[in-house]
């Protein structure tokens, strides 16, 4: 297991940019796919961005692709997602995972604490 740690969220108007960092402990963060999920309020998690330990892959929802950037640091135990031109609908709490190259939850068995994103419009 891997222990994560977001940070960089934070209040931002819409058309505004953001970038989130993800920190993982351990020698083996390089050997997990990694990705984003986010959770707005009264609704169910949803995946947002993953990539592969390497980085050499990216996958994205639909609803944030061409605006979200998903890449690595591995030399840092570091992921990022860049966040442009955010929308209201953007607006949740962010967290960051560790496990596969995946959209899927169930692939991944650790979380980080997670980190608000409020868009205003």
């Known amino acids: 297991q891997v222990q994560l740690v977001e940070v960089g969220g934070g209040l931002v108007q819409a058309g505004g940019s953001l970038r989130l960092s993800c920190v993982g402990s351990?020698?083996?963060?390089?050997?997990?796919?990694m990705a984003w999920f986010r959770q707005a309020p009264g609704k169910e998690r949803e995946f947002v961005a993953t990539?592969?330990?390497?980085?050499?892959?990216?996958s994205y929802a639909d609803a944030v692709k061409g605006r979200f950037t998903i890449s690595r640091d591995n030399t840092k135990n570091t992921v990022y997602l860049q966040m442009n031109s955010l929308k209201p609908e953007d607006t949740a709490v962010y967290y960051c995972?560790?496990?596969?190259?995946?959209?899927?939850?169930?692939?991944?068995?650790?979380w980080g604490q997670g980190t608000q994103v409020t868009v205003s419009s």
């Open positions: 995972a560790a496990g596969t190259f995946s959209d899927s939850q169930d692939a991944f068995g650790s």
């Open positions: 351990g020698r083996t963060f390089s050997t997990y796919g």
């Open positions: 990539i592969s330990w390497s980085g050499g892959r990216t």
